[in-house]
């Protein structure tokens, strides 16, 4: 089951809070199907609220689907809706990893436009002043469930050579290896952030519920920057893993990633 926060989750810190522990409880199993939950009276006296503030909270649940509510005979566990695992990527492999993803899933185009590079973009590009970018915004789908929120920035002479249809069929790096481009490497910074209301309707989360988010430029053989990507994902269906080895002698032991060789990330890719 998936352990996200609902869109519909309650405004308000104990109408959320109760929504939580028995969300919660729930998702670890000590509610199963077919159990019944205590009344909203005992509810509310065991957490110290009111009946008002539980009502909320189970609203809340009901709207996860991990509830029914049956008039007359109470609150019942409904059974987890079945959905495919979370889609998980080797953090030390993970460049020919994202191309494998690209094409095991689906992509929605919400976005396509030319103007002027954002700030932060032109520099981390280091394009002039004066520079045109194209901006597109995705949505990546497992099936028919969204779990990341992407966004790119492309020099125009670059993205000339890929049409707004692309984008919504076909990933990138497969963009640019069609228009002649040949990508040698890229940077790239994983932090968390909380869901603005576009990327939370999105994604179907909840207004600040947490993202993995992954900032990424692209630099091409001449180590021009080719593409800055600001992808987000939800972290119940998207995970980054990464391989360690100890290495060194005595004092000097330490943990190292364990990288993916040249020649099969070639394969990969």
């Known amino acids: 089951m998936a352990e996200h926060l609902s ?6 810190g104990k109408a959320r809070r109760v929504y939580l ?14 159990d019944s939950l205590p009344g909203e009276l005992r509810l509310a006296e065991s957490h110290g609220v009111s009946r008002v503030t539980i009502r909320r909270a189970l609203d809340a649940l009901a709207g996860d689907g991990l509830i029914e509510r049956r008039p007359g005979s109470g609150t019942v566990v409904r059974a987890p809706r079945e959905e495919p695992g979370p889609i998980a990527a080797d953090f030390a492999k993970l460049m020919p990893q994202i191309v494998q ?21 032109a520099r981390a590009l280091q394009l002039a002043p004066d520079a045109r970018v194209q901006h597109a915004v995705r949505l990546r ?20 050579g890929f049409s707004e249809a692309d984008l919504a069929t076909t990933p990138m790096f497969r963009l640019f290896e069609r228009s002649g481009v040949q990508v040698d490497h890229a940077k790239q910074s994983v ?13 179907d989360l909840a207004v600040g519920a947490p993202l993995i988010a992954l900032t990424r430029v692209v630099y091409d053989v001449s180590g021009r920057g080719i593409e800055h ?21 005595g004092a000097e032991r330490h943990w190292e990633p364990v990288l993916m060789p040249e020649r099969q990330a070639d394969e990969t890719e």
């Open 7 to 12: 869109q519909q989750a309650p405004d308000g």
């Open 21 to 34: 522990l028995l969300r919660d409880a729930i998702v670890n199993g000590a509610h199963l199907p077919g």
């Open 101 to 121: 993803m690209g094409q095991r899933t689906g992509a929605r185009l919400l976005a396509f436009s030319y103007g002027a590079a954002p700030p932060q973009v």
């Open 141 to 160: 789908l497992i099936g028919e469930l969204p779990f990341s929120h992407l966004t790119t920035h492309v020099p125009e002479d670059i993205a000339q």
């Open 191 to 203: 932090s968390a952030v909380l869901a603005a209301p576009d990327v939370a309707e999105a994604l």
């Open 229 to 249: 990507l600001s992808a987000l994902y939800r972290p119940d269906r998207f995970r980054l893993e990464m391989t360690l080895a100890r290495v060194g002698e």
